[in-house]
T-cell receptor, first 112, second 112 residues
Framework: QKEVEQDPGPLSVPEGAIVSLNCTYSNSAFQYFMWYRQYSRKGPELLMYTYSSGNKEDGRFTAQVDKSSKYISLFIRDSQPSDSATYLCAMKTGGGADGLTFGKGTHLIIQP | NAGVTQTPKFQVLKTGQSMTLQCAQDMNHNSMYWYRQDPGMGLRLIYYSASEGTTDKGEVPNGYNVSRLNKREFSLRLESAAPSQTSVYFC???????????FGNGTRLTVT
């Protein structure tokens, strides 16, 4: 079993819909959780960074962490064609600079 | 700000050739990382440098060496390239412990 599981998609939704992207993980030592967006032929771009359980909102994006279920989500409201990209979840244990563990990414397509 | 700059953007090598991938960041970050991204495998950590003067192996270090030249620069060397090293290589940097990573736009390497 991989440490971080993420459905690769593709996930195709119409413009304006609410998008839900999810990851599950097995390592209970993960404390920091991130979502990255990656456009084709570009590097990953940080969208959200959270610590501990609960919700964090930034514009149209909401990140949700449920440590008891080992489950994180990213919600995108009022989705736009420009949101079409691959979304990567990432997480790390605390107290070190030893990098992130990534999910494989979900390919999202927003249909105009 | 340029952020994280990687050179070259593209490279084709023959099996057995050597090359060095260059990475520089202008954000005064302490930690730097090299990842590779392969279809179906996601991002995997090759080596990292938690601070100037230190380097450590990640998940997939075999066939690679690194040098943290100074605080700004972190290079990745392939001594004898193999077709299995065909991949997209991303360099990233971070302010330090428990901070998110900031990525460059990658080097696309093909080994024939």
């Amino acid at each position: 079993q991989k440490e971080v599981e993420q459905d690769p998609g593709p996930l195709s939704v119409p413009e304006g819909a609410i998008v839900s992207l999810n990851c599950t993980y097995s390592n209970s030592a993960f404390q920091y959780f991130m979502w990255y967006r990656q456009y084709s032929r570009k590097g990953p771009e940080l969208l959200m960074y959270t610590y501990s359980s609960g919700n964090k909102e930034d514009g149209r994006f909401t990140a949700q962490v449920d440590k008891s279920s080992k489950y994180i989500s990213l919600f995108i409201r009022d989705s736009q064609p420009s949101d079409s990209a691959t979304y990567l979840c990432a997480m790390k244990t605390g107290g070190g600079a030893d990098g992130l563990t990534f999910g494989k990414g979900t390919h999202l397509i927003i249909q105009p | 700000n340029a952020g994280v700059t990687q050179t070259p953007k593209f490279q084709v090598l023959k099996t057995g050739q050597s090359m060095t991938l260059q990475c520089a960041q202008d954000m005064n970050h302490n930690s730097m990382y090299w990842y590779r991204q392969d279809p179906g495998m996601g991002l995997r950590l090759i080596y990292y440098s938690a601070s100037e003067g230190t380097t450590d192996k990640g998940e997939v270090p075999n066939g690679y060496n690194v040098s943290r030249l100074n605080k700004r620069e972190f290079s990745l060397r392939l001594e004898s390239a193999a077709p299995s090293q065909t991949s997209v290589y991303f360099c990233a940097s971070s302010p330090g412990v428990d901070s998110p990573l900031h990525f460059g736009n990658g080097t696309r390497l093909t080994v024939t």
